[in-house]
């Protein structure tokens, strides 16, 4: 029986770091570290539960049922799972996600040097997708070319850049806002959350698998067993990232106090550390995190739909990057502005999803649990998503009543009030146990 060696599979777990390490995981640790300030421990502990504890946890969840989304949504159907894969797919995909990993790397790591005009965007963007497209038309290579090649000069700038932010910092710690004052660990929480890295777990389930397979691994319990050490390894390089960049965020109050985001502190600070060849090293370090992550959405995209719609791989990758391109040509604080609210609503279909199916072995039938549940976390979710797109006055008004809902958060009460009925009515009924895998 075929196994990985020990460098294959740390090449893995690089190459999932490397899948799950954006440019927004790079900018929100150092814009809530300068918030958190003296509160960096809490706050940072937060951060961590959201960014990467879920992220983590969404990966053994489909490491369990086999990789696939379709097997984690069995319970709730063919059609509805299939409309919630493909919702995901597009949204992490083709939609936003992808062309944003363009658009800001070109904002945060290269606008600084060539100006920010469109003419330099779009040479920018013909450059960056057509170096995704060729990593992204052979998946079965993707372990070779982003865990051995391109993660390890990633994790080489990281490094740099992690261990001057903790060994030479810019000053003393900042006095934190009120908020962070007042509740750091929440607040910390609700910024891992904005990462939106759950989403990206579920598309990215497929890919681990798959480059797991392509190895020669055909034991499904190793596959299992490989993509959750896969998903620890990459769990505990971005622990090491978002703790670093905390505490560079957290000491640069003194340089960076105007800072409107984390590009803007990392920027400051690059240029009071390094002086001006510190701004090449930020523009290599944010372009190959952007890197990673594209080649694994558009890789993962062209799979699912590809296999969903009986298209070529090739053809799907290659209209989606270019469409992606299209997208990111219209700016990233045109980008942000639609696709918030679509996160916004999907993420807690994303959570309820993961936690329903890491517990489904509690349940006699899993469709009497899966099926309200996140029946009802989709209509708050929905409601979420609509006021936080500024449509206020289409959301009733007792909506805005709701525990939490001014942090886009009033589906939790709900979803949990629900959970406790439908597990009294699955017991009451009772049935032979079914499981996801």
């Given at each position: 029986?075929?196994?990985?060696?020990?460098?294959?599979?740390?090449?893995?777990?690089?190459?999932?770091?490397?899948?799950?390490?954006?440019?927004?995981?790079?900018?929100?640790?150092?814009?809530?570290?300068?918030?958190?300030?003296?509160?960096?421990?809490?706050?940072?502990?937060?951060?961590?539960?959201?960014?990467?504890?879920?992220?983590?946890?969404?990966?053994?969840a489909l490491a369990r049922v086999g990789g696939g989304m379709d097997k984690l949504t069995a319970p709730i159907g063919k059609v509805a799972g299939a409309i919630l894969a493909v919702a995901v797919y597009l949204a992490i995909g083709p939609l936003f996600a992808t062309p944003r990993t363009a658009v800001a790397s070109f904002e945060i790591g290269v606008a600084p040097i060539t100006g920010n005009s469109s003419?330099?965007?779009?040479?920018?963007?013909?450059?960056?997708?057509?170096?995704?497209?060729f990593l992204s038309l052979n998946p079965g290579q993707l372990v070779d070319r982003v865990g051995k090649l391109i993660t390890p000069v990633l994790l080489a700038g990281l490094l740099?850049?992690?261990?001057?932010?903790?060994?030479?910092?810019?000053?003393?710690f900042s006095t934190s806002t009120d908020a962070y004052r007042e509740a750091p660990?929440?607040?910390?929480?609700?910024?891992?959350?904005?990462?939106?890295?759950?989403?990206?777990?579920?598309?990215?389930?497929?890919?681990?698998?798959?480059?797991?397979?392509?190895?020669?691994?055909?034991?499904?319990?190793?596959?299992?067993?490989?993509?959750?050490?896969?998903?620890i390894i990459a769990a505990i390089g971005l622990s090491l990232v978002y703790v670093s960049l905390f505490y560079l965020g957290a000491t640069s109050g003194n340089i960076a106090g105007d800072a409107q985001n984390g590009g803007q502190i990392l920027a400051a600070y690059v240029q009071h550390t390094f002086g001006k060849g510190g701004s090449l090293l930020l523009a290599v370090v944010i372009m190959l995190a952007c890197l990673t992550t594209a080649v694994g959405l558009l890789s993962a995209c062209g799979e699912f739909f590809?296999?969903?719609?009986?298209?070529?791989?090739?053809?799907?990758?290659?209209a989606f990057g270019l469409f992606s391109m299209a997208v990111a040509n219209q700016g990233l604080t045109h980008l942000i502005s639609v696709s918030v609210?679509?996160?916004?609503?999907?993420?807690?279909?994303?959570?309820?999803?993961?936690?329903?199916?890491?517990?489904?072995?509690?349940?006699?039938?899993?469709?009497?649990?899966?099926?309200?549940?996140?029946?009802?976390?989709?209509?708050?979710?929905?409601?979420?998503?609509?006021?936080?797109?500024?449509?206020?006055?289409?959301?009733?008004?007792?909506?805005?009543?709701?525990?939490?809902?001014?942090?886009?958060?009033?589906?939790?009460?709900?979803?949990?009030?629900?959970?406790?009925?439908?597990?009294?009515v699955d017991r009451a009924l009772g049935a032979p146990k079914a499981v996801l895998n």
């Open positions: 029986m075929t196994r990985l060696k020990g460098t294959n599979l740390v090449a893995l777990g690089f190459m999932t770091f490397a899948l799950f390490l954006g440019a927004g995981n790079i900018i929100f640790p150092p814009s809530a570290g300068m918030a958190a300030g003296d509160h960096l421990l809490p706050a940072a502990m937060g951060f961590l539960l959201t960014g990467v504890g879920l992220p983590l946890l969404t990966v053994v003419m330099a965007l779009l040479l920018y963007t013909l450059g960056y997708f057509a170096i995704v497209l740099i850049l992690g261990l001057a932010g903790v060994f030479a910092p810019a000053g003393e660990l929440v607040q910390g929480f609700l910024q891992g959350y904005l990462t939106m890295d759950a989403l990206g777990a579920l598309v990215f389930g497929i890919v681990i698998t798959t480059a797991i397979r392509d190895q020669g691994i055909t034991d499904n319990g190793l596959v299992t067993r490989y993509s959750i050490i896969a998903g590809s296999a969903m719609f009986g298209l070529s791989y090739r053809k799907v990758v290659i609210p679509v996160l916004v609503g999907l993420y807690p279909l994303a959570i309820v999803l993961v936690a329903l199916s890491l517990a489904d072995r509690l349940w006699l039938k899993p469709s009497r649990v899966f099926i309200p549940v996140m029946g009802l976390t989709f209509i708050f979710g929905l409601a979420d998503g609509i006021a936080a797109a500024g449509w206020e006055h289409l959301v009733p008004a007792w909506f805005s009543h709701l525990p939490l809902s001014s942090l886009s958060m009033g589906w939790l009460v709900p979803a949990l009030v629900a959970l406790l009925l439908a597990v009294i």
